[in-house]
């Protein structure tokens, strides 16, 4: 690209909310700057209170490269590191990533060409899940499939265009001005909620399949039902703080869990053939894990405990989400506002 066209390019600033991230950290940072992107560029990791390396670690890449910087996120809330990043960050464009998310090559010169194309308020593509160990390879097997997660596209893959939310997302820095930025009440779901306002406000939210993060799974049964768990409790936060926006798909997981509990109470107390409602549930999975390619026996074998842990957890995290959550949100002010930048003279 000759120099014309790169001082053409926006300038770009990637924010990272970091919490006990020391397995990926350097890794995820490392994609980042080797981005082949000719505009300016930095990163700006926020910094939870983290019980591993991830501090040591991002002091390192800090020292190592002039483009990379820290702030605190004294929290530890994923919202509120976002919203530090975003303040202290420069640039007119704003591209989210994990500490656990790998950027794809061209992911960012790809983001920015479709933000300017599709005049977008914001784009994002799929977020693809790999495993390292086998049960990470069943958990992400189990995050790409419709029996997993619906119809999803931005676990499932699909063809581009307007989107309820999408993964992560490359932003318009006024954009994200004038919703004042994640609303830090929302532990989980922080993403959905945002771009649910900017559709509000008129903006248009962009998938492309074109656009992809490589997402590391929770390496254990445990951290994945938290996981989920919080997904589904957040979820139901969503739909009484933004009424009107709950739809079949966030149903599916609450209603399997009542009909299996239903069907185990009622056969040990009334007819074993209630049972037939476990046992369909349980049949439907192992069925829908014989679908999955490119797995070896043991991950197969685990695919069905992940898929059930999924569907449970995030079912238990709906039904059981207390309506004092969103009360405190509701009641709660509005989003702190993210104080505009000036964009650098070219």
Same mark, same amino acid.
């Given at each position: 690209?000759?120099?014309? /066209?790169?001082?053409?390019?926006?300038?770009?600033?990637?924010?990272?909310?970091?919490?006990? !991230?020391?397995?990926? $950290?350097?890794?995820?940072? @490392?994609?980042?700057? %080797?981005?082949?992107?000719?505009? %300016?560029?930095? &990163?700006?990791?926020?910094?939870?209170?983290?019980?591993?390396?991830?501090?040591?670690?991002?002091? !390192?890449?800090?020292?190592?490269?002039?483009?990379?910087?820290?702030?605190?996120?004294?929290?530890? @809330?994923?919202?509120?590191?976002?919203?530090?990043?975003? #303040?202290?960050?420069?640039?007119?464009?704003? =591209?989210? &990533?994990?500490?656990?998310? $790998? $950027?794809?090559?061209?992911?960012?010169?790809?983001? *920015?060409?479709?933000?300017?194309? +599709?005049?977008?308020?914001?784009?994002?593509?799929?977020?693809?899940?790999?495993?390292?160990?086998?049960?990470?390879?069943?958990?992400?097997?189990? +995050?790409?499939?419709?029996?997993?997660?619906?119809?999803?596209?931005?676990?499932?893959?699909?063809?581009?265009?307007?989107? !309820?939310? =999408?993964?992560?997302? =490359?932003?318009?820095?006024?954009?994200? %001005?004038?919703?004042?930025?994640?609303?830090?009440?929302?532990?989980?779901?922080?993403?959905?909620? $945002?771009?649910?306002?900017?559709?509000?406000?008129?903006?248009? &939210?962009?998938?492309?399949?074109?656009?992809?993060?490589?997402?590391?799974?929770?390496?254990?049964? @445990?951290?994945?039902?938290?996981?989920?768990?919080?997904?589904?409790?957040?979820?139901?936060? *969503?739909?009484?703080?933004?009424?009107?926006?709950?739809?079949?798909?966030?149903?599916?997981?609450?209603?399997?869990?009542?009909? *299996?509990?239903?069907?185990?109470?009622?056969? /040990?107390?009334?007819?074993?053939?209630?049972?037939?409602?476990?046992?369909?549930?349980?049949?439907?999975?192992?069925?829908?894990?014989? #679908?999955?390619?490119?797995?070896?026996?043991?991950?197969?074998?685990?695919?069905?405990? /992940?898929?059930?842990?999924?569907? +449970?957890?995030?079912?238990?995290?709906?039904?059981?989400?207390?309506? @004092?959550?969103?009360?405190?949100?509701?009641?709660?002010?509005?989003?702190?506002?993210?104080?505009?930048?000036?964009?650098?003279?070219?």
């Amino acid at each position: 690209m000759n120099t014309k /066209a790169a001082e053409e390019l926006p300038a770009v600033s990637v924010i990272m909310p970091v919490l006990n !991230e020391e397995r990926h $950290l350097r890794t995820a940072v @490392r994609r980042i700057l %080797e981005q082949e992107y000719a505009g %300016e560029l930095e &990163v700006v990791i926020a910094l939870g209170p983290s019980a591993d390396r991830t501090d040591a670690i991002a002091a !390192e890449l800090a020292a190592e490269d002039p483009r990379v910087r820290t702030v605190p996120n004294p929290t530890g @809330r994923t919202p509120a590191g976002l919203n530090a990043a975003i #303040r202290a960050s420069r640039h007119p464009v704003v =591209v989210r &990533v994990d500490g656990h998310g $790998l $950027l794809t090559p061209g992911y960012i010169a790809t983001a *920015v060409r479709l933000l300017d194309e +599709m005049d977008a308020a914001n784009v994002g593509g799929i977020m693809h899940a790999e495993g390292e160990t086998d049960w990470e390879h069943a958990v992400a097997a189990a +995050m790409t499939s419709k029996i997993g997660v619906g119809n999803a596209a931005f676990h499932t893959g699909g063809l581009a265009g307007p989107a !309820e939310t =999408v993964y992560l997302g =490359v932003f318009r820095r006024e954009v994200l %001005e004038q919703q004042g930025g994640y609303n830090e009440e929302f532990v989980r779901a922080q993403d959905w909620e $945002l771009n649910y306002r900017i559709r509000q406000a008129g903006g248009l &939210v962009w998938f492309t399949p074109q656009l992809q993060v490589t997402y590391r799974p929770r390496p254990s049964v @445990r951290a994945l039902a938290k996981q989920y768990k919080d997904y589904g409790r957040w979820r139901r936060v *969503v739909t009484r703080y933004h009424r009107g926006s709950v739809n079949l798909r966030y149903l599916a997981p609450p209603t399997a869990l009542l009909a *299996v509990l239903a069907g185990l109470v009622l056969g /040990a107390a009334l007819h074993p053939a209630f049972l037939v409602l476990p046992a369909g549930y349980a049949a439907a999975i192992v069925l829908g894990s014989l #679908r999955s390619t490119g797995l070896s026996s043991k991950q197969h074998l685990l695919l069905p405990l /992940a898929l059930g842990t999924m569907h +449970m957890s995030w079912g238990f995290g709906f039904l059981t989400s207390p309506r @004092r959550l969103a009360r405190t949100v509701i009641a709660s002010t509005a989003p702190a506002p993210i104080d505009p930048k000036p964009t650098p003279a070219p």
